[in-house]
């Protein structure tokens, strides 16, 4: 990988990253930076990992080429099935990762963050499937409106932690989940969820969600002309572009939120609207007023609900080595009724923004489009439906 596009040993991507972190939370995070990458690259931990990849979560997923999607653009389009995982989504990749992770340090307690709950449903998955003790911070707003995975949770056995702060979404359960942390350093290990937080955390789960591109790259003969994937913090997407980075001639597109529109104050289109500050401990691209105070993001999807991006993204973003842009609630909802409808597959709200932006393209017959399907939607079904 060029360096332009990964990390440094400073843990900078160009001016974003970094570790911005309380005194209490050093130690932690100095032993994750001095260990995560010799754990990590061990002949132990891969063996250990690839096996519970293919035998627990089902890897490979599928490369499926959509056929009647496909007749209807006029291109070859293929979808990664992410949703085809053990618990419904990619971030079982990362959660595996950690959680052996977090056994090599020794720790015992395992906390986690969730907006649209398929990251606490992972970790909690991951922490039955160890044996340890888990706890997961989710904004109120968020359990009413994911109340399918709420009850997938408590089922395997996790405390589900309410935040009735701020905006009661994924940024507020971030914030009381590094409290928690600073509170509990010594047998605790955080699993942050996406490419944000302080370094390591970006690298290691762009790391762990790599399988997806490397799958990829796998499953198709001959390079796609474009791949697209919706972005929150910007695991999945990570992960699908991961070992493409260098590919110059493959053109990888971002889709943010656009809520109901980047020309109102409902949105999460980060990239469109945000600039440079610091949020969850790491230098990157945020929604922020003038005097840096954070602005509360609007997303009819939990899981893009989110005011800042991955520094990993914020970097690439202003190189243009990836394309970002966004849709509205309106466009993504249309996009799963479509889909849905047209290859028998209900995606996640998420993924629909990165459907929806088939929209928005120049397709040409000869173009081989792979759309990152980072979810399924059982978990929307409630919101699909309301808005048939």
Known sequence: M???YQVNKD???????????????????KELQESYETIIESQEFQKELKQLLQDYVGRPTPLYFAKR?????????????????????????????????????????????????????????ACALMGLKCFVYM?????????????????????????????????????????????????????????VGPHPYPDMVARLQSVISEEIKKQLNQNPT????????????????????????????GVEAAGK???????????????????????????????GQVIEPYSISAGL????????????????RVNYDNVTDKEALEAAHFLSKTEGIIPALESAHALAYLNKMEIKPSDRIVINL???????????????
């Not at 929150?232 to 001639?249: D, K, P, R, V």
């Open 305 to 320: 609900d989110y005011p800042g991006i991955g520094p990993q993204h914020a970097h690439l973003h202003k190189i243009q």
């Open 69 to 125: 999607l496909s007749a209807h653009y006029g291109a070859a389009i293929y979808l990664k099935r992410e949703d085809l995982c053990h618990t419904g989504a990619h971030k079982i990749n990362n959660a595996l990762g950690q959680i052996l992770l977090a056994k090599k340090l020794n720790k015992t307690r395992i906390i986690a963050e969730t907006g649209a709950g398929q990251h606490g449903v992972a970790t909690a998955t």
């Open 139 to 195: 904004g109120a707003k968020d359990i009413k409106r994911q109340a399918p995975n709420v009850a997938r949770m408590k089922m395997l056995g996790a405390e589900i932690i309410p935040v009735n702060s701020g905006s009661k979404t994924l940024k507020d359960a971030t914030n009381e989940a590094i409290r928690d942390w600073i509170n509990n350093a010594t047998d605790t290990h955080y699993i942050i969820g996406s490419v």
């Open 226 to 253: 474009h791949i697209i994937a919706c972005i929150g913090g910007g695991s999945n997407a990570i992960g699908a572009f991961y070992h493409y980075l260098n590919e110059e001639n493959v053109q990888l597109i």
């Open 374 to 388: 980072s979810g399924r939607g059982d978990k929307d079904l409630e919101t699909l439906t309301k808005n048939m």
């Open 261 to 291: 529109g980047v020309d109102t104050q409902a949105t999460a289109a980060t990239l469109a609207l945000g600039n440079q500050g610091v949020l969850h401990a790491c230098m990157t691209t945020l929604l922020q007023t003038a005097d």
């Open 2 to 4: 060029k360096q332009t």
């Open 11 to 29: 843990g900078f991507y160009g001016e974003y990253g970094g570790a911005f972190i309380p005194e209490m939370l050093y130690p932690n995070i």
